[in-house]
């Protein structure tokens, strides 16, 4: 049977490695890409964007910075947004495809590992199958000599 050190030369955290690997500015975008993907963030964008409306629709005329049913500057701060988070996300995903190859692949190397340790135990209790077939065999021959 293989060295049980030698497993351990197989598992390895690859979460620690791709963590490890990060760039700081691959690891803000895949800050942004996280907190970008919640609930919270869409809601607070949707709260943002309606109280926006609100505002500017039922607010007193001299205190209206964005004219109704126009609404240019939230128009514009949304496509803002849009602008830099999209590709932002994209690069957050580029990253997160490469940290889901690693686990693959370090997935792969343990299962193969464990495949070959149980083809080792299976031959082993093979062999002790045979042995105690030729013991059974030996004691039956003894039992009926007497």
């Known amino acids: 049977m293989d060295n049980p050190e030698n497993i351990t030369s197989v598992i390895k955290n690859?979460?620690?490695?791709h963590q490890s690997r990060l760039k700081p500015l691959?690891?803000?975008?895949l800050f942004v890409t996280e907190?970008?993907?919640t609930m919270g963030f869409f809601f607070f964008i949707l709260l943002f964007?309606?109280?926006w409306i609100i505002w500017?629709?039922?607010a007193p005329k001299n205190l209206v910075f964005d004219q109704a049913?126009?609404?240019?500057?939230?128009?514009?701060i949304n496509n803002i947004l849009q602008i830099l988070f999209m590709p932002l996300i994209m690069v957050g995903q580029n990253l997160q495809g490469r940290h889901a190859e690693l686990r693959a692949e370090q997935e792969f190397r343990t299962d193969v590992k464990a495949a070959k340790e149980i083809e080792v135990?299976?031959?082993?209790?093979?062999?002790?199958?045979k042995l105690m077939q030729k013991?059974?065999?030996k004691i039956e021959e003894l039992t009926r000599r007497k």
């Open 121 to 129: 135990i299976l031959l082993h209790l093979e062999n002790q199958q």
């Open 26 to 29: 691959e690891k803000l975008a």
């Open 49 to 51: 964007n309606l109280g």
């Open 35 to 37: 907190k970008i993907g």
């Open 56 to 58: 500017n629709t039922l």
């Open 14 to 17: 690859i979460n620690v490695i």
């Open 135 to 137: 013991m059974l065999e």
């Open 69 to 76: 049913f126009s609404f240019l500057i939230l128009l514009l």
